[in-house]
């Protein structure tokens, strides 16, 4: 299995390492109000990305805004909003207000934005994957250029048939996906042995005779290298890339889990050391890209922003029951299991 | 239904939905087809022979054996853009697909509240009485019927396959386009010229009668027709409705007919319990419960788990025309 690396001075230009290191920060801030504001009773639920800071960071570098498309999967709120999803948004969506883009109808963190190329979602595992094929498919079959799409999703979701179609199509119709695995090791309770017996998603590449990459998940600028190299394949007409970024889950599945019932203290420590959000600041501190009172400035500032803008949202009105019935189908705004049709 | 020329031409149903799918690709480039052996084979029915060779593998495309993955990708095509026509070969291979339809493609609008919609047509042929046995012969409507999101059009005239064909493939919902496979070559008639859309969701009143109103869709309702002229040899004027659409259900024609004959007879080849004749036949005690001279009654497909390959099997399981007519007169004398 290839690995990929990268070192943090020769890639990238301090404009863009620094994107990474906001856009990670913010994540992390957004995970933790998330989690506060579920304990005040003010969310129903939060689900939390950290330890995919840096996957979603990297991977969010290599979307061209404009062009690509993401279909993303739940915990991907760091990414959509490296794609250029609104924080305000990501909030309405946590609160279910009116003003959510989904009208307060789809749970956290499921949102949608086709106007910056972001695919709405369900919560079926893996569902994802064959629509983001079939976007590939329009996107290769319109001849547009330099556009790929980004397929997200977790350790746990190779397990699911869909994904192996969606895969095996891919590569067939060779089309411009990444299909990018966020292994975090465990899907909610079942840990990655419980799944596979390979150590490597990125291996089963190999049966769909496409290239399969490990990188570094902790490491931004590793992932932005391998998805941008996956990326440049997609564009030119080279087919899909497995790009498989080992990371960890921190927190609990949700704030509905405790994950204390299944895995072990010492093995979360043992990946919080790792914690690729201080390590990645220290190490633009040691290359001289920021100082220290840079990034606590930088944190101060996102927190600032994170709080006034959930202050803002939990003032807006949730969506009225008289919603319900829009958008069940065309112009429908009543019950449509029969039809009158003196109108027609 | 609207035509734009005039004149028509004498097809079978294969012949429509060829012709309509046909007009369809060249009108739109949008539009493609995808399933297994769509391709050089041109279906197992042969309904896309030699549109491989007129549009490119680009736009037919004969995929890998795995159905979720046709739903799935043609709803992901939809979402950005293109007009797929998703075809599973046989209905009783829709099962891997019911969640790309039902949990997916039903609910994309709904969950993103309009963002994204889901323009979809998927074809399958479906229905028995060819010793297609277990797994070539199955009803599905009744799996799909219950799902707010779908559309569900079960037509089975050349012209009404068009008409509505047309307006499947037009619609900005996903619509699952059920097409009787023994109806395919048996069934012939007259089929308007021109490109014509007929509304999803309106039945059609095949025979006008005032003693019973006989209600089914498919394979049936020709078979409910010859039925129904027996009776009229008889002095008994049955009216037949061809319910054409399964969701969204033309409650409008059902009624005005029940409460004219005010008796109401159900037939389909789905088997009874919870198939389309119970939502009908609650839908018209709910709203017409006074007018009723009679019960309702359901002639439906025995409650077993599918199709026998015997020919005795399968003539047990379905429901011959003196059976129907037998029914009819029942209800009238009732
Ligand atoms: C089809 C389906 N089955 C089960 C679930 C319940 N479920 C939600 S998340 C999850 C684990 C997913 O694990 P993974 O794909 O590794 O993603 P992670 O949550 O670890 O990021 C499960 C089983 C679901 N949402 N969909
Ligand atoms: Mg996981």
């Not at chain 1, 924080?87 to 279910?96: C, E, G, K, N």
């Not at chain 2, 993103?112 to 919609?117: A, E, I, L, V």
Request: aromatic share 8%; charged share 25%; hydrophobic share 40%.
């Amino acid at each position: 299995m290839p690995k990929a690396t990268a070192s943090v001075q020769t890639l990238l230009d301090n404009e863009r390492l620094l994107t990474l290191l906001r856009n990670m920060l913010v994540q992390r801030a957004v995970d933790t109000r998330g989690f506060q504001l579920n304990r005040q009773g003010k969310i129903a639920i939060a689900m939390g990305s950290e330890g995919h800071e840096a996957v979603q960071a990297g991977t969010g570098l290599a979307f061209q805004r404009g062009k690509d498309l993401l279909y993303p999967y739940y915990r991907n709120t760091g990414l959509i909003l490296a794609c250029g999803f609104p924080l305000a948004d990501v909030f309405r969506s946590q609160f279910a207000r009116a003003t959510d883009r989904t009208g307060g109808r789809n749970i956290i963190n499921h949102i949608t934005a086709r106007d910056l190329g972001i695919a709405s979602l369900s919560s079926i595992i893996a569902s994802q994957c064959t629509h983001a094929v079939g976007a590939a498919y329009a996107v290769k079959l319109r001849k547009e250029p330099d556009r790929a799409v980004f397929c997200q999703f977790g350790d746990g979701a190779t397990s699911e048939g869909e994904w192996h179609e969606a895969v095996n199509f891919a590569a067939v119709a060779r089309l411009p996906v990444i299909f990018l695995c966020e292994n975090n090791r465990w899907a909610i309770s079942t840990p990655q042995a419980k799944q596979m017996v390979v150590e490597d998603v990125a291996s089963r590449a190999h049966g769909y005779g496409i290239p399969g990459t490990v990188v570094d998940g902790f490491d931004p600028v590793a992932v932005y290298e391998a998805v941008a190299a996956a990326r440049e394949r997609a564009v030119s007409g080279d087919g899909p890339t497995i790009v498989e970024a080992k990371c960890y889950r921190f927190l609990s599945h949700t704030t509905d889990d405790d994950d204390r019932t299944y895995r072990s203290r010492e093995e979360v420590e043992r990946q919080r050391e790792l914690d690729p959000v201080p390590r990645f600041a220290r190490k633009l501190i040691d290359a001289e890209t920021i100082d220290e009172a840079g990034v606590e400035q930088m944190r101060r500032e996102i927190a600032t922003l994170v709080n006034a803008t959930t202050d803002e949202i939990e003032t807006e009105p949730g969506p009225s029951a008289d919603t319900l019935y829009g958008n069940v189908y065309a112009g429908s705004h009543e019950p449509w299991c029969v039809w009158e049709t003196e109108a027609l | 239904m609207a035509v734009a020329t005039s004149g028509t031409t004498t097809m079978n149903n294969v012949e429509a939905v060829r012709h309509t799918l046909y007009e369809a690709l060249k009108a739109d480039d949008r539009t493609l087809i995808l399933g297994e052996d769509v391709g050089a084979r041109g279906n197992v029915f042969l309904i896309t022979k030699g549109f491989i060779e007129e549009f490119g593998p680009e736009r037919i495309i004969d995929t890998p054996l795995a159905e979720a993955s046709i739903a799935g990708v043609a709803i992901g095509m939809a979402m950005e853009g293109l007009r797929p026509i998703a075809e599973i070969q046989f209905a009783d291979f829709i099962y891997p697909a019911f969640n790309q339809i039902v949990g997916e493609a039903a609910k994309t609008r709904y969950r993103s509240n309009g963002d994204y919609t889901c323009p979809l047509v998927i074809r399958t042929p479906y229905g028995g009485g060819i010793r297609g046995a277990l797994s070539h012969s199955v009803s599905i409507e009744a799996l799909f019927y219950h799902v707010p999101g779908l559309k569900i059009v079960a037509p089975s005239f050349p012209a009404d396959m068009k008409g509505l064909l047309n307006a499947a493939i037009d619609d900005p919902d996903p619509v699952l386009f059920l097409e009787h496979k023994k109806t395919y070559r048996l069934v012939k008639g007259e089929v308007p010229q021109g490109h014509y859309t007929i509304p999803i969701g309106k039945a059609d009143v095949k025979r006008e009668g005032d003693r019973l109103t006989v209600v089914s869709y498919g394979f049936y309702i020709h078979q409910a027709l010859e039925a129904a002229a027996q009776l009229a040899g008889e002095g008994m004027d049955v009216e037949v409705i061809d319910l054409r659409s399964i969701r969204p259900m033309d409650r409008t024609t059902i009624l005005a007919s029940v409460r004219k004959t005010r008796k109401l007879l159900i037939i389909h080849e789905d088997n009874k319990f919870g198939g389309i004749g119970a939502e009908i036949s609650a839908m018209v005690v709910e709203d017409a419960f006074f007018d009723l001279d009679a019960p309702i009654r359901r002639l439906c497909g025995p409650d077993v788990p599918a199709m026998g390959y015997a020919l005795s099997l399968e003539e047990a399981f379905m429901i011959p025309v003196p059976r129907m007519a037998e029914a009819m007169r029942e209800m009238v004398n009732f």
